[in-house]
């Protein structure tokens, strides 16, 4: 990757995890953890990859982008913003009475939403049914769809990907988050989906597994995706909950809780001190 572009990417992703903290800490419940460690791959998709306009968010030809993981919509409301479908000053509204940033995205009510999603395993079937109905109409977008790795031990995502496999649905890319921890702790603990990539193999797809925060292994994946013919595309990406802030950071009890004053005021002055350095 051309290292402007990884940098101004590196910068977005501050502000993105910065937006994150704001709406949790603002809202007072929410999902940091899981929304922090897919800043990097989202800042990659909507500012480098998808083809999306702020202006029109329901373009026919747009790329569609569904977060299955839906408890994450801090990571999604806080790149919408930043890519200018509301203001982020909104992204304080998080969770409250009369706002439209829910705990889980709304389609009909937030702009630059594909689909509603919350219920787990549901993101990536709608997912699967966009990128058939792009591929029936000859239709050129892609669907991009981002699963958590606890999301797995939905049986529905296993009828997603053999569905997707069986059509050749070469249109749509999934990317599991594998930050290693769930609600009730670690994944392995809860119940095992490991091996995942000879899961997904299995079943017929294509699977790259990448670094969540290297951008060149990031921007390398998605071109192979984008490339492959004759089947769809997972990339698993290893990732770490709660990244970019210190006291977060691989800590299942930061799957759903929101900082403190004193916790947010640590956050936002580490991800500034972050983003400082890199516009230095």
């Not at 897919?38 to 373009?59: H, Q, R, V």
Request: proline residues 4%.
């Amino acid at each position: 990757m051309d290292n402007e572009l990884k940098k101004r990417l590196q910068i977005i992703a501050a502000k993105v995890r910065m937006g994150i903290i704001e709406g949790v800490y603002n809202a007072k419940s929410g999902h940091p953890g899981g929304s922090l460690s897919i800043a990097d791959t989202l800042t990659y998709l909507y500012f480098s990859l998808m083809n999306t306009d702020p202006e029109n968010p329901k373009m026919p030809e747009r790329d569609r982008f569904v977060l299955s993981k839906g408890h994450t919509a801090p990571a999604l409301y806080s790149v919408l913003a930043n890519c200018g479908f509301f203001p982020v000053d909104e992204l304080k509204t998080l969770r409250k009475s009369g706002s439209r940033l829910q705990g889980h995205p709304v389609m009909d009510k937030v702009p630059g939403v594909d689909m509603s999603t919350g219920s787990l395993g549901q993101g990536i079937s709608a997912a699967a049914g966009m990128a058939l109905s792009g591929k029936t109409s000859g239709d050129s977008y892609r669907v991009y769809a981002v699963l958590g790795d606890g999301e797995l031990q939905e049986g529905m995502v296993w009828e997603a990907a053999m569905f997707a496999a069986h059509h050749k649905l070469d249109n749509l890319c999934a990317i599991v988050d594998n930050n290693g921890l769930q609600i009730d702790g670690n994944i392995d603990d809860v119940m095992s989906p490991n091996p995942i990539d000879e899961k997904w193999k299995a079943f017929g797809w294509n699977v790259i597994c990448i670094d969540a925060h290297d951008f060149d292994q990031i921007e390398k994946a998605f071109y192979e995706a984008k490339c492959k013919e004759g089947q769809p595309t997972v990339i698993i990406q290893k990732s770490v909950k709660g990244k970019g802030v210190s006291f977060m950071e691989g800590l299942a009890g930061w799957h759903g809780a929101a900082p403190n004053d004193e916790q947010y005021a640590t956050a936002i002055s580490e991800l500034k001190a972050a983003l400082n350095e890199l516009e230095a």
